[in-house]
């Protein structure tokens, strides 16, 4: 299938960032994918990063990681958790991945001694990154710009979709602006001038958007609509506004499909409406939003626990897990580095402890004592790569007697490195895109709490690490009563441990929480978050 016989929808942002243009976009796919139409979704991110791979949390929350391995921006995970699509590199472009695929066209004299300029050449090579998702069968591409607009940087991608909606034909391209209307509680209203300037903005770069959507705190009266309409110069059927939701995420689309905005969307796009089915998503949000369970605490011990974004995908995974069980959860966020005094009341009366990811040795200390706590006292345990390395150099330390065991990353001089640098890492001296990324098998031994959670005997899960087990000691970790229960199908890379007689303590290498969503659960969170429930009936019985 050619570009010719995709349609195109770019959707722009106005006067503040982190309107939710991500959870905007992939409630829009959803409602399309539900009328039957094939859809694929893209993030273009104007900064120079190649990727956000080696980007300090505190500046850009959690990567993604693709099925292909790519690090992406988090909000493909709004796109595959709401639509159920499969993202991967040509889902997420930066002007770093832009700017770097030129210049080394330039070096190879691809360009045939003329002068490399912003226009046309960058902005082709953003329009080629679009035209990428027209593979065959894609009925609808949904591309998604970074930052606001009158930002310098995102300059070059407004001119190539505005150059787009010539050389495809403006019935084939649709452009959608999110804006703000911020109210101010001073004077007790509205104000639109904001969304007026930026939609101005837009108008010119040559770009007019089809769709005015309007994210707000305070519901819009009509007189609203028809300034919006008129300054903006937008048909006054086509401003919808998208009130902040009050309990999930998971409303928005339901809240846009009550305006029409898929219909809007499939009209001026020329498309054939087909019936709306929600069902499942309505039956999937009344268990987020009026659950009938008893209600489950889980603590979730990282370093980054005052940057929500830093963890995005593990929280939603947990949510999906109260979502299966049919329970309200309480999400208590706990800094590892406050755990290091010895003090561990703060997981007290928790249901449930997770350890996360993570990269460095702040806060380790804190998240062992996590480990410690929830193997000492019976308490439902998830450890997620650096979270399995810590449940690995507990055990050494604990139970196996290995006093300063620890993993090479923190300590190179440790007398037992029960974790260590991959071989495939020891050579390596990049940093961006050369972890062990994407998905990979695991075969799961028969038997095993794991297996039994997965119901099957392999699984295919995404990771993202360059340390791992090391083998050296995988029988002195055994007799200390680790169960190692998932390994690589060549039986070298260690992927799942687990503890026999405890209640329930898995820990995986992986990245469980990347194939997670609202309809389906990634199997450890459902199970997790059931075996937290059942501890949290015990404690209140």
Known sequence: MSERNCRFIFITGGVVSSLGKGITAASIALLLKQRGYRVTLQKLDPYLNVDPGTMSPYQHGEVYVTDDGTETDLDLGHYERFAGVSCNRNSNYTAGKIYSAVI???????????????????????????????????EIAITELGGTA????????????????????RENVLYIHLTLIPYLSASRELKTKPSQQSASILRNIGIIPDILICRTEMSLQEEHFIKLSMFCNVPREAVVEERDVENSIYEVPVELAEQKLDELILDRLGLPLSELDLSDWKEMLRRAVSPSGSAVRIGVTGKYMGLRDAYKSIFEAITHGGIAADVPLELIGIESEDLEGGDTSRLEGLDGILVPGGFGYRGIEGKMAAVRYARENDIPFLGICLGMQCAVIETARHLAGLEGANSSEFDPDTPYPVIHLMDSQKDVTDKGGTMRLGLYPCELRSGSLAGSVYGTGSVSERHRHRYEFNNEYREILRDAGLLISGLSPDG???????????????????????????????PLFREFIAAAGKRSLERHS
């Open 150 to 169: 009158g930002d310098i940087e995102g300059l070059p991608f407004l001119e190539a979709i505005r150059e787009l909606g010539l050389e495809l034909g």
């Open 104 to 138: 080394a066209r330039e070096r190879r004299g691809g360009y045939l001694g003329r002068t490399v300029q912003v226009i046309p050449h960058v902005t082709d090579e953003i329009k080629k990154a679009v035209i990428s998702q027209a593979e065959e069968g894609v």
């Open 492 to 522: 070298e890379l260690v992927e799942i441990v687990e503890r026999p007689g405890h209640r329930w303590f898995v820990a995986c290498q992986f990245h469980p929480e990347f194939t997670s969503g609202p309809l389906k659960p990634n």
